[in-house]
């Protein structure tokens, strides 16, 4: 959190032509609002949540390529075998029916 110096905020204001009343006023307005208000380590720890936050969706990212890789690895090796399957039963087929000949 911030450190606040209201006295000098107060003393500025009065230089500033405020009055004492309104000076004091503003300074109350702002203190209810003060500890909503981010801080320059704020926003540095925020900006390494995000630095962090994008290092693992990265690495996420690249497993999930690679998995997806392995994936269709795996289905084109499938699709092959089926392919090689339906090949054979149809040499099958065409020498049952003796259209191929010997």
């Known amino acids: 959190m911030a450190v606040k110096d209201t006295h000098k905020a107060f003393e500025r204001l009065i230089g500033a032509g405020y009055s004492k009343e309104m000076a004091e006023v503003l300074l109350e307005t702002l203190d209810d609002s003060w500890d909503a208000l981010a801080t320059k380590s704020d926003i540095e720890a925020v900006k390494g949540d995000i ?18 890789r392995t994936e269709l690895r795996e289905l084109e090796l499938r699709m092959r075998l089926h392919l090689y399957a339906v090949a054979i039963m149809v040499i099958g087929v065409l020498a049952a029916l003796e259209l191929i000949p010997r």
Do not use: F, M, Q, V
């Not at 630095?51 to 997806?68: G, I, V």
């Open 51 to 68: 630095k962090a936050l994008e290092k693992e969706t990265k690495a996420d990212l690249r497993s999930l390529e690679t998995a997806n």
